[in-house]
């Protein structure tokens, strides 16, 4: 009774000295911030660990962003420390929970713990894989596998689907608890975190246990938070019960969460993709992409990273993924062609990523000589997969298994309200391959390689039931594609040239002026890049990326209102980004087994100003740039109040105890 009345006082003082903090960090926030309070941004820099982790990712994040190994980081438990905590009234020692299935969990566990060194300076962190350590088979050889599943998407699907079922995680709970939860709970006293946050969704429920177990043996609360990494669908293992909160990033992971009945309402946070700080900080500097002030940004960008030469071009940004995979190279020669035969003035920015196969091959590619075989290709009545395979000269990592298993023809227009795609296109170099329709002035439908029905973007006359989508062509247009004399008139070198060298420079990824000297004049640009660093400025001064489906990409382009164009994704855990970027009108997904209609959906936007616009304000509204300090600012005050409660309990019982003995 006397030790229950003792911890009543201990938790009104606990309280007062609370509140009087409080009052006093609104009264002088001056003396909070020389204490490290959570209003100053500003930090010392972090040692060789802490920037080693950041640049591994940020190299990831930069080759598409979905992707990365073991190997770049060494031991799958890494601990970075900052600063010496004692200095620090507010620093916190973090266990992040993670695994490299797929770099996008280790790049919300990094965004975040560079949050955790900006607003609790002194803060250490470490990331561990619970899995890889203490799992039980096959739970252990998670990465590995997961490497394999991604390459044949089929079986990724048939794996994702059993596992994502009522019965499996029954089973699965009951089987890693009993076989690992008590040497996980050992891992994590180990390190003696004063809060746990899980972003990998089988590091939840034998964690949530652990936690519990570990505040039984010691009388310390040790609080433990989810930070789901997905945006538009999520595997049912992410909702633990007995997290302090969940943190997710749309109304449809919201939605799942609830509808699986194991994490309350008042417990689940809207917060967005937690994104490096970096997006953030050009978010506020560019504002609107489109207005006078944006646009001088953008330029400003742009000559930064040695474009400023290209200020008048219309900008695509081609990613792939960690590893450049996917039919990047056919995309690629697509846009270019489309791009020539409509005379636009453009730049094609491919990030490679590992696949130095393709810049290379992008380096040395004889564009001019490209497009006079196209032409003279097209004659003989070839249709376009026909023309790049003779064309295409690289030994590009093929995504075409996946591409043709994963077609997702989407038969309503995706933005109806306004035309998104609903171009008058009167110049389309692919209007003539495989064409289904009847009409002699139209052409929309063409036929992939297996025969199947394939859709462009509707007109704007389209209506929105219509599962044949039509794009109208002047008979003028239709009749110049087939002149054999303007087809066989040879092309002048300044007309199309291209320059032969791509090269990323040692200075954060800014283009050689030296090895772009040679692209001056030209119509049509294109540049490989390796891995860069300096992804979200790449994004500025974009105007339309095409991408894979991965979500911390589609967050980061969200935040910087870039338009999208999907081309590939994971059955089952990256189909919800489709419907993610699908329904929030900020673009749209063609399959990269179909690069002429995705090259014909990019020039149409390009074309059509008004619609880029509003697809730019659409990315803007679902963009969250600063997810991860609002992420982190909750999850740190919240660990705070646990961890000084502790401690004054701890003090405060020991002497009540001494004097009552």
């Known amino acids: 009774m006397l030790l229950k009345e003792g911890r009543s006082r201990v938790m009104s003082k606990i309280m007062a000295k609370l509140s009087k903090e409080t009052r006093r960090a609104s009264s002088d926030p001056e003396a909070v911030a020389s204490e490290g309070g959570g209003g100053s941004l500003s930090s010392s820099a972090p040692p060789a660990e802490s920037r080693d982790l950041s640049t591994s990712q940020h190299s990831n994040k930069a080759g598409g962003g979905e992707k990365s190994t073991t190997e770049e980081v060494g031991a799958v438990n890494v601990a970075l420390q900052i600063a010496d905590p004692i200095n620090h009234p507010r620093a916190l020692k973090v266990l992040f929970l993670s695994s490299d299935t797929g770099g996008g969990h280790r790049a919300s566990a990094t965004s975040l713990a560079q949050q955790f060194e900006q607003l609790f300076p002194g803060s250490s962190y470490a990331l561990c894989d619970i899995m890889q350590l203490d799992g039980p088979p096959p739970y252990n050889t998670l990465v590995k596998t997961y490497k394999h599943l991604s390459a044949h998407p089929q079986q990724w699907k048939l794996v994702y689907n059993v596992s994502n079922t009522r019965a499996y995680e029954m089973l699965a709970d009951v089987h890693m608890k009993s076989a690992m939860e008590r040497s996980v709970r050992r891992r994590i006293q180990s390190y003696d975190p004063d809060v746990v946050v899980s972003v990998h969704p089988l590091m939840t429920n034998v964690p949530v246990l652990a936690c519990r177990n570990i505040a039984k043996e010691t009388g310390k609360h040790l609080p433990i938070f989810t930070v789901c990494t997905d945006l538009g669908s999520a595997h049912s293992m992410w909702f633990a019960n007995g997290v302090e909160k969940l943190f997710v990033a749309s109304d449809a992971i919201r939605d799942l969460a609830m509808q699986r009945g194991k994490v309350p309402i008042e417990k689940i946070v809207m917060s967005g993709l937690p994104i490096r700080h970096d ?372 003090v405060l019982e020991e002497e009540s105890i001494g004097a009552m003995e």
């Open 279 to 650: 997006f953030a900080v050009q978010a506020e500097k560019m504002g609107d992409r489109h207005n006078p002030e944006g646009r001088e940004y953008r330029n400003f960008v742009r000559d930064q990273l040695g474009l400023g030469s290209y200020v008048d071009h219309r900008t695509v940004l081609v990613m792939g993924g960690g590893e450049g995979c996917g039919r990047l190279s056919n995309i690629v020669d697509a846009l270019y062609l489309q791009f020539v035969e409509r005379g636009m003035e453009a730049l094609i920015l491919v990030v490679c990523g590992r696949n130095e196969s393709l810049k290379d091959s992008l380096a040395k590619r004889d564009w001019e000589g490209m497009h006079q075989k196209y032409l003279l290709a097209r004659t003989s009545g070839a249709d376009f997969d026909n023309c790049v395979g003779l064309l295409s000269d690289v030994g590009c990592i093929d995504g075409g298994y996946m591409a043709h298993h994963l077609r997702r023809i989407i038969s309503t227009p995706v933005l109806p309200s306004m035309g998104l795609a609903g171009l008058t296109y009167t110049n389309s170099p692919f209007s003539s391959f495989n064409s289904t329709s009847t009409d002699a002035n139209t052409t929309a439908v063409y036929q992939d390689n297996n025969g199947q029905a394939v859709s462009l973007p509707p007109t704007r006359s389209a209506s929105p039931s219509d599962s044949v989508e039509v794009v109208t062509k002047s008979t003028a247009a239709r009749n110049n594609l087939h002149d054999l004399d303007a087809l066989l008139k040879p092309l002048t070198s300044n007309d199309f040239e291209v320059g032969q060298e791509s090269s990323t420079s040692t200075d954060g990824g800014n283009i050689d002026s030296k090895s772009s000297s040679s692209l001056l004049e030209s119509h049509v640009k294109v540049i490989g890049l390796g891995f860069i660093t300096n992804m979200a400025e790449y994004m500025v001064a974009t105007d339309v990326l095409v991408s894979k489906a991965g979500p911390g990409t589609i967050a980061e382009a969200a935040s910087l209102s870039l338009p999208v164009m999907l081309t590939s994704f994971l059955p089952g855990q990256e189909e919800g980004n489709v419907d993610y970027v699908v329904e929030g009108k900020f673009g749209t997904f063609v399959s990269d087994s179909d690069p002429q209609a995705i090259s014909d959906v990019v020039a149409g936007w390009l074309m059509d100003g008004e619609a880029l616009r509003e697809m730019s304000n659409n990315a803007r509204m679902r963009g969250k740039p600063d997810a991860a300090a609002e992420i982190v600012d909750a999850i740190g005050e919240s660990a705070l109040r646990w961890k000084h409660g502790s401690e004054e309990i701890e």
